[in-house]
């Protein structure tokens, strides 16, 4: 993205993560006068017209982009994806139902610890072993015939790591934390149960979490659950059971909206596999002076995590690529080393100026 200067900054956080350039001066241009009403979007009621059309067109955007139909409910919600964490154990599984889950890593392990803190919890297969290099493949998996529902991560946002198929659970209710790949490409909406993701990826700034859940599933909390944690309580509410982050849902709004005139989910695909593609080519073409460990077949097209093999150059790296305008390509805390975030709102060329700088700096170090 160009912000003023004479060359362009590129950001590849990982959350809250760069959006799209449109959408911050929009809302720049329009933070003093909100549709027309000569109010800031920060000093309107969450109740008023004005920003009932937001949320109207919001629900009315996402619905459109993923082809949801009426029998899904789509709800804004805060405490971020982490609280659906729980939320989804409450709400889906009750009379003393287990809940199948598929360990893949960082982020599933963490749904996992959650929702045993409620809920009786199966994994049906993990990547452990091998450093979660990998998804375990389909055949290996326990059964899970009889469990509420069957959850998985389909991209693991600090291992890098990305699904290449959608899971089939026949009957067994599919959910999904999209936290990190919502919006990234077209999905067989119908096979999934419930879908949940915070928005500072792929959707907005912080502050919301979207959930998109099959009604009939939204009914199903027993009665011991509080209401302010079951879903019904939030639809029955249209997401307004207390004051919402405003500033956060208005910028998702145009966010959703400028994901549709880009052209869809096939566009931001396209644009996924060409950003993905020149960064990865970027490391595999270095004669092993980047290193990334994924298997091939499932390396993420959101987000990239690599090492430099002489770790020691790792902040060299860093402060050089910081000096070239490219931001914020430390790994997680977790894991160290590096990592290039690839969300919708990055440009294809920030992809092709990170992957100039990684050749020049290899040359130059190497
Ligand atoms: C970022 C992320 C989370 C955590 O989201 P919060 O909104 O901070 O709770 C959970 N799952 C995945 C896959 C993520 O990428």
Redesign the pocket.
Known sequence: MRRGGSHSVYNFS??PAALPAPVMQRARDEFLNFAGTRLSIVETGHRTGAFSAVVAQADADMRALLGLGDDYAVIFLQ???????LMTALNLARDGQHCAYLDTGY?SG??IATAREVRPVDVVASGAAGGYTQVPSADAWQSFDAAAYLHY?P????DGLEFDFVPDTGKVPLVA????TILSRPIPVERFGLIYA????NLGP?GL?VVIVRRDLAERAAADVPSQLTYRAHIAAGSLLNTPPTFTWWLVGMTLAWVREQGGLEEMDRRAIARSRIVYAAIDESGGFYVNRINRAQRSRMNIPFGISDDRLESHFLAAAEEAGLKQLAGHRSKGGLRASLYNAMPVAGAEALAAFMRDFAKRNG
Do not use: V, Y
């Open positions: 990982s959350g405490g971020g994806a982490t609280l659906q964490f982020w963490k749904a991560t991209n693991e946002t600090i934390d999209m936290s990190s915070g928005a500072q990826k912080a979490a």
